[in-house]
């Protein structure tokens, strides 16, 4: 069974541009979530989808959006890049018993 | 809110010893509690989880207990590898009331030498 996919791996952007991460669940889990890693704030929530509608959503500015697909895709984007947004982002989905299973994450960095 | 407080590290053992992870918590309602590993590069994989009070959460010998009374759910191995050394993360979700959002512990970083 496939586990869930993160693309792209590594990416370089610059300040003030924007930039979309995908993911792709396990196959039948229905929730996706995104977590910001850093080595500061350690690992803060992003936000939730579960059947295409957010759920819940963490405490970041309104650069950072996300949507979800019909096929449980899901993907991240933030906008006018800082330096600051330099980061490991993961993607988790779960299924009903709601463990989450994480991706190798993508890590973005902001020059 | 949700919270989640573990010992940062970093810890370094000798293989075979015994490794012991303090975490704590506070959370309204019944939360779920997890241990999740990070391995260099990677991202985080299931450790352990518990989803009521007293139950024990094991795998690859590794053992935590959730106490009520105590709020925590400690990590423990008997006997460590070298393969161990990773990043361990304490975490708690409200799934009792559909909420998954995870909040995780700063993280403990373990190193084994052989």
């Known amino acids: 069974k496939a586990g869930v996919t993160q693309t792209p791996r590594y990416l370089i952007k610059t300040r003030g541009q924007q930039v979309t991460l995908s993911c792709s669940p396990i196959s039948g889990h229905r929730s996706v979530s995104w977590y910001q890693q850093t080595p500061g704030q350690g690992l803060q929530f992003l936000f939730e989808y579960f059947s295409e509608t957010q759920r819940n959503k963490g405490n970041f500015p309104g650069r950072f959006s996300g949507r979800q697909f019909s096929n449980s895709r899901s993907e991240m984007n933030v906008s006018t890049l800082e330096l600051g947004d330099s980061a490991l982002y993961l993607c988790a989905s779960s299924r009903v018993t709601g463990e989450a299973f994480f991706g190798q994450g993508t890590r973005l960095t902001v020059v | 809110g949700n919270s989640v407080t573990q010992m940062e590290g970093p810890v370094t053992l000798s293989e075979e010893a015994f490794l012991t992870i303090n975490c704590t918590y506070t959370a309204t309602g019944y939360p779920s509690l997890f241990w999740y590993v990070q391995y260099p590069g990677e991202g985080l994989q299931l450790l352990l989880k518990a989803t009521k009070a007293d139950d024990k959460g094991s795998n690859k010998g590794f053992e935590a207990t959730y106490r009520k009374e105590t709020t925590s759910f400690h990590l423990e191995k008997g006997s460590v590898q070298v393969s161990d050394s990773a990043v361990y993360f304490c975490?708690?979700?409200?799934?009792?009331?559909?909420?998954?959002?995870?909040?995780f512990g700063a993280g403990t970083t373990v190193t084994v030498r052989a």
């Open positions: 975490a708690l979700s409200g799934l009792r009331s559909n909420d998954y959002k995870l909040s």
